[in-house]
């Protein structure tokens, strides 16, 4: 008895895929944002900062936030760690930077600093902004300028390193 593989492509449907990879949370609107972030005490010696394995300056990033420079706030964060929107989504901050929040011990409920995170890089990918630039390849330009000396000569090919 053979058993054939069910794997196939389009299986489902758009409206399944768009169901099922939906943000589980709505993001923060620029009201909401303003004021969550106003809710930080932006702390000297930062506990969240100290939780993030990627050391985020949090307190910056939400300070950014706070004064609508929402494109810098997403410097600091992308500056950090590149991959800052994607962990906006899927970093367990209950166990990391919210789980060290000092609000906790005040309120009970830590800023929400994914949702800030998550607020701040969309703002610059859904805008299609650039925050860096490529680096300058400099064995590029070096192998494109002529070798002093015979016309059309070029420097030896340098050897692999092992
Ligand atoms: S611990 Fe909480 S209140 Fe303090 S800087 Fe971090 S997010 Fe803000």
Redesign the pocket.
Known sequence: MTTGSDIAAGRLGADRIAEDFAEIHPPLDRRTALIESSR????YD????EACPTGID??AF?KGIATDNVKGAAQTILTANIMGGMCARVCPVEEL?ED????NHQEEK??T?SALQRYATDHVFLGGEQLFSRAVDRQARCRGRRWPGRPGLRPPPRRARP
Do not use: M
């Open positions: 930080c005490y932006f702390c930062a506990p969240c900062i949090i307190p939400i930077c060290a929040c000092v609000r830590p800023v600093i």
